[in-house]
């Protein structure tokens, strides 16, 4: 089965915990980019990857770093945590990314991240 | 600035009415938009797309309007059943999100 799979889907931390969100996808996709999602404020984006070792900043990239040294792995890292990062969190891919209409994410199930 | 809004953060209707949920865009080289459907406790799926040289695109009982003189596309349901409520996103590309819409369709 086609999907995107995020690891773990509940997580409670305390500040300044490193944590790793981890995120893998079985399609092949060239994409995978991060999301969080606050209430009231949408899909952010924090990070994307275009292909193996390219990343780059999305629109909320401060506190996070990522990796890609696989195609199909994208790791969310979280170096010392702070409760403003509490939030729900989503992995997405794809494989027409700047392509036109055919640009559909894949999205995982989301991490809720609670950092007390 | 935000660059896609929906300025509904939610709708309700009866089922079997039309449900129409609305985006505004600021950026008039958008050239394709996209919207997807959230379910309480899963990741947002892909429902359907519209190209700029488009003014409909239609995909059963989901339809999307693309008005660019107005910066404006919706996203019409027809009829509208119970398990539509869900959180619809509005999407530009890149992608860009608009913040959701609930959409709550009663029995």
């Known amino acids: 089965e086609a999907q995107v799979t995020q690891n773990p889907r509940y997580l409670i931390t305390v500040t300044g915990k490193k944590l790793t969100v981890t995120c893998s996808q079985n399609?092949?996709?060239?994409?995978m980019s991060w999301y969080r999602q606050d209430p009231g404020l949408g899909l952010r984006q924090i990070y994307y990857s275009m292909n193996v070792e390219v990343t780059d900043k999305g629109d909320v990239p401060e506190g996070y770093k990522v990796s890609r040294k696989e195609k199909r792995n994208f790791p969310l890292i979280l170096e010392s945590p702070s409760p403003n990062q509490t939030s729900l969190y989503f992995c997405?891919?794809?494989?027409?990314?700047?392509?036109?209409?055919?640009?559909?994410?894949?999205f995982g199930s989301g991490t809720q991240l609670s950092v007390l | 600035d935000q660059q896609v809004k929906q300025n509904s953060p939610s709708l309700s209707v009866q089922e079997g009415r039309i449900s129409i949920l609305n985006c505004d865009y600021t950026n008039s080289m958008f050239d394709y938009f996209l919207w997807y459907k959230k379910y309480p406790a899963e990741g947002p799926t892909f429902l359907i797309s519209i190209s700029s040289i488009k003014d409909k695109n239609e995909d059963g009982r989901f339809t999307v309007f693309l008005n660019k003189s107005a910066k404006h596309l919706s996203l019409h349901i027809v009829p509208s059943q119970p398990g539509d409520s869900a959180v619809y996103f509005c999407?530009?590309?890149?992608?860009?999100f608009g913040d959701g819409t609930t959409l709550t369709v009663k029995p």
């Open positions: 999407a530009a590309p890149q992608p860009t």
């Open positions: 399609m092949n996709h060239e994409y």
């Open positions: 997405a891919s794809s494989s027409a990314m700047g392509r036109g209409p055919d640009e559909k994410l894949f």
